[in-house]
């Protein structure tokens, strides 16, 4: 069977040894890897967010939460937000942060940039109009700023949800558990979901 390749950077992939079958596949050009998801429903509605941080592979970090009234949109963000605020801080550390959701890795990796250039505005039909989402926007720039302060990078990667990966799968699962239910109680998110939870 041929090693597959990185979906960050394409090289070919090592299998891991450390882990018990099957075995992990282990990205060379990634420190840490953050499975985000986030949910509202209605949209908007009650909300919740989920993300999965893995060191080498290995779940290193967990995190649910809700809001009482929201949007899917800002529960996507605030779950990245949030996972990058507990990475921990070292030199030169390569965080790549995989989502489902098109709007916030487009406002991520394109957008942001430029309504920062025009002071935090966007251009629509050559007229000023207000970001959304913008308290959002400005928290996810400066936790990605934290981590570039110490000569890291955070990249971003779309995948589809809902195609039988196990991280992504185990972020919706939470992140509409905690939607549904309005609770952080990660232990009881958990107990109550184990039999649709793969890892």
């Given at each position: 069977?041929?090693?597959?390749?990185?979906?960050?950077?394409?090289?070919?992939?090592?299998?891991?040894?450390?882990t018990?079958?099957?075995?992990?596949?282990?990205?060379?050009?990634?420190?840490?890897?953050?499975?985000?998801?986030?949910?509202?429903e209605?949209?908007?509605?009650?909300?919740?967010?989920?993300a999965?941080?893995l060191?080498?592979?290995?779940?290193?970090g967990e995190?649910?939460?809700?809001?009482v009234?929201?949007?899917?949109?800002?529960?996507?963000?605030?779950?990245?937000?949030?996972?990058l605020?507990?990475?921990?801080?070292?030199?030169?550390?390569?965080?790549?942060?995989?989502?489902?959701?098109?709007?916030?890795?487009?406002?991520?990796?394109a957008?942001?940039?430029?309504?920062?250039?025009?002071?935090?505005?966007?251009?629509?039909?050559?007229?000023?109009?207000?970001?959304?989402?913008?308290?959002?926007?400005?928290?996810?720039?400066?936790?990605?700023?934290?981590i570039?302060?110490?000569?890291?990078?955070?990249?971003?990667?779309?995948?589809?949800g809902?195609i039988?990966?196990?991280?992504?799968?185990?972020?919706?699962v939470?992140?509409t558990a905690?939607?549904?239910?309005?609770t952080?109680?990660?232990?009881?998110?958990?107990?109550?979901?184990?039999?649709?939870?793969?890892?």
């Amino acid at each position: 069977m041929a090693t597959p390749l990185c979906p960050h950077c394409g090289q070919l992939m090592p299998v891991s040894l450390l882990t018990p079958a099957p075995p992990a596949l282990i990205p060379r050009c990634v420190d840490i890897e953050i499975y985000t998801d986030g949910a509202a429903e209605p949209n908007p509605g009650r909300g919740g967010y989920a993300a999965r941080v893995l060191s080498q592979g290995q779940v290193i970090g967990e995190i649910v939460g809700f809001a009482v009234h929201t949007t899917n949109n800002r529960m996507e963000m605030l779950a990245a937000i949030m996972a990058l605020d507990r990475v921990p801080v070292a030199a030169k550390q390569r965080v790549c942060i995989v989502t489902d959701s098109q709007y916030l890795e487009r406002g991520a990796t394109a957008w942001m940039a430029k309504w920062k250039k025009l002071g935090w505005v966007r251009k629509r039909k050559g007229k000023a109009q207000p970001v959304l989402n913008l308290d959002l926007w400005q928290r996810l720039d400066l936790a990605m700023q934290r981590i570039r302060d110490h000569g890291g990078d955070v990249t971003w990667r779309w995948e589809r949800g809902h195609i039988g990966e196990a991280n992504n799968e185990w972020c919706d699962v939470m992140a509409t558990a905690a939607a549904a239910l309005q609770t952080d109680n990660l232990e009881h998110l958990r107990a109550r979901h184990a039999r649709r939870l793969k890892v």
